[in-house]
């Protein structure tokens, strides 16, 4: 494992001249930076962040991360105006990215380089008015905590493995560990070797407090942090779960992993090969699958894509109320113009009859209710072996695509934000309308081919 470790940091770790083009960009946009702020306000201080500050990037993966701190006094929309204002006059010249995070903020790619200039109060240790402004305080814990070249390079070995395995980027499309994590889990291990090792025996709500802010008290820590997997307390704010973006299905990919390369160790984790697939193949081994398309504007991704799951997750359940069994779900989207939920379901089309669960005979009063709902309805019914009611009805929808369409014409589980989109247009769909739809196979693949690669060590073995 030893020499794999030392051939993966060959290429990860930046070299002099890429250390040099870095340094040259960040105290031109710096001083840009600098000079467009002193033209709105008069108290401000741009700051590094980020893992170029920190030391922990990976060779050829660097982003600029320029902080405008500006005065706690400032009033929300005035901060927000301001900052943008500045951050357009530094970006001149460049084509430049609207993103939004708790307030939005602008990026811009300079000879290959993502410089993303985000303002934030520049407050004391407590006093956050907004989430980034805990920045400055990360960056300098972190500093004063992987002081050595080894342990900076422990983390670049971890984040290059969590990228391997697609478990990196709190983003909400991913659910998984932020850069910040995988430095904080460095701090707490030592080496990526020991992280891999200590997290194959974590529990379900392991938790990791590396300032004892908590001293041990579960209780407390459990009740703060009722529905995190994974409980990260942030040195710099004991009230922050620095792990909470991560998901249960994130962690278990994590921890399937460490337990595989501890076995195996390989290239693979870091480098995984990409998969060549013929669809066509690939999806008679699946169930049938039946997909919802929604067309709409550029939309931004972490509102669109909460609502997108929540869409799905009540759809699922109606169609699962309504008698289909349901394998697996998955929502997908461009954010630009289109995106698409995949359902796969065991059969698209079911049977018109279906056992109707009724009270014991003991039971009178239910007994009774049960008999005249369904009698008066002709439905066939009988006392069984179990000592129960039983009836036998039948479905006025068997076809998922007709059940789908019925759902959202009824119009209670769509989210606010997708009324609009659903407006404009949607198509309901199984396998031959997506396979003429070339735009969507891209999401079909990633759809059918999401695996645990590393499984693949298990394959043929008894």
Not at 325 to 352: A, Y
Not at 368 to 386: A, H, Q, R, T
Request: hydrophobic residues 40%; positive net charge.
């Amino acid at each position: 494992m030893e020499d794999l470790l030392k051939q993966i940091l060959k290429d990860i770790v930046p070299n002099e001249n890429e250390r040099k083009k870095i340094k040259e960009i960040v105290q031109r946009f710096k001083k840009k930076t600098e000079e467009a702020a002193s033209h709105y306000v008069k108290e401000y201080e741009v700051f590094l962040g980020g893992s170029v500050r920190k030391d922990t990037w990976i060779s050829g993966e660097a982003d600029i991360d320029l902080f405008l701190l500006l005065s706690p006094t400032l009033p929300r929309e005035e901060f927000r105006r301001i900052g943008l204002k500045i951050a357009e006059e530094a970006l001149k010249g460049y084509k430049k990215i609207k993103r939004f995070a708790e307030h939005p903020y602008l990026e811009a790619y300079v000879d290959g380089i993502r410089v993303s200039i985000v303002p934030a109060y520049k407050t004391s240790k407590g006093k956050w008015i907004s989430s980034v402004d805990r920045t400055p305080f990360h960056v300098k814990y972190v500093e004063s905590n992987l002081r050595d070249e080894n342990a900076r390079n422990q983390v670049r070995l971890l984040k290059k493995f969590m990228k391997g395995i697609g478990t990196y980027g709190a983003e909400v499309t991913v659910k998984g560990f932020s850069g910040y994590l995988c430095e904080l889990l460095i701090i707490k291990y030592g080496t990526f070797k020991s992280l891999l090792k200590n997290a194959v025996k974590w529990k379900e709500r392991t938790i990791i407090d590396l300032e004892n802010y908590y001293k041990g008290d579960l209780e407390t820590i459990i009740r703060v942090f009722p529905r995190d997997p994974l409980i990260v307390i942030d040195p710099v704010d004991p009230s922050r779960n620095v792990a909470a973006a991560v998901s249960k299905r994130t962690l278990g990919r994590f921890v399937s992993a460490c337990r595989s390369f501890l076995k195996n160790p390989s290239k693979c984790f870091f480098y995984p090969e990409k998969r060549e697939i013929k669809i066509e193949d690939e999806v008679k081994r699946h169930g049938k699958i039946i997909f919802l398309l929604l067309k709409h504007g550029r939309m931004v991704e972490d509102i669109l894509y909460p609502q997108l799951e929540r869409l799905s997750r009540k759809l699922v359940r109606r169609l699962e109320e309504m008698g289909f069994n349901i394998l697996r779900w998955r929502p997908f989207s461009d954010f630009k113009s289109k995106s698409v939920i995949f359902i796969e379901l065991e059969s698209d089309i079911i049977s018109e009859n279906y056992l109707h669960l009724g009270p014991s005979f003991f039971n009178e009063f239910h007994e009774e209710s049960f008999l005249k709902k369904n009698l008066s309805k002709g439905f066939f019914v009988w006392i069984d072996e179990d000592g129960k009611w039983k009836a036998i009805k039948r479905r006025k929808i068997t076809n998922a695509k007709e059940a789908i369409k019925s759902v959202l014409k009824e119009g209670k589980i769509i989210p606010h934000g997708l009324k609009e989109a659903l407006k404009a247009e949607i198509f309901i769909g199984g396998m031959e309308e997506l396979m003429k739809r070339r735009g969507l196979l891209k999401f079909l693949k990633d759809f059918l081919t999401i695996r645990e690669f590393w499984i693949g060590t298990y394959e043929g073995s008894n």
